[in-house]
């Protein structure tokens, strides 16, 4: 079974379902939750959070002696890389697969990093005063490791020269 999300009533809640692939046994289906906001979620018995589909292995693996239809982006054969010594030959097919379907996941380097508005962090620090501290300097053998950092993150507007 694939139990894929599509209730638009959870999602304006803060709640979140997981996309699944689970084996149908009795008259239950293992659900993942996820709660994005601060405050208790109430799910009701008998409440839609998906739509289960029954689907053969075929459709979930592919047919694993066919050569893959798409090339794995450049970005993703690093990782590829370090897999496929632990794996089979019909594993590491499978996995290029996956990898070039969510390619797009995956930053393309340290650099090129972007930002999501699903889930807002938040540190709650109470009725807790500021802390003020002197700026230390950097000791002399780290300073060229730090000014490259600090080159970089300006580079990929992590952050703002001040």
């Known amino acids: 079974m694939i139990l894929d999300n599509t209730s638009q ?3 304006n809640k803060g709640v979140i379902v ?9 008259d239950n289906l293992p659900l993942r939750v996820m ?3 601060d405050f208790p979620q109430t799910l009701y018995k008998n409440t839609c959070a998906g739509i289960a589909e029954t689907v053969c292995s ?3 693996l592919g047919n694993i002696n066919a050569e893959p239809d798409l090339v794995l982006p450049e970005h993703m054969q690093v990782v590829m890389e370090k897999c496929e010594n632990n794996l089979k030959v019909d594993q590491c097919k499978i996995v ?3 990898l070039t379907e969510y390619s797009g996941t ?3 380097s340290k650099i090129v990093l972007d930002r999501t508005d699903i889930i807002q962090h938040k540190i709650n620090t109470g009725d807790a005063r500021h802390i003020n501290q002197n700026t230390r300097r950097i000791p002399l053998a780290q ?3 730090v000014d490259e950092e600090i080159q970089r993150m300006l580079d990929g507007s992590i952050i703002p020269h001040s």
């Open 18 to 26: 997981a996309k699944s692939i689970c084996t149908f046994k009795g």
């Open 106 to 108: 995956f930053a393309m």
């Open 9 to 11: 009533s959870f999602k």
């Open 143 to 145: 300073r060229k490791e």
């Open 58 to 60: 075929e459709n979930i």
């Open 35 to 37: 709660n994005v906001t």
């Open 96 to 98: 290029i697969d996956l």
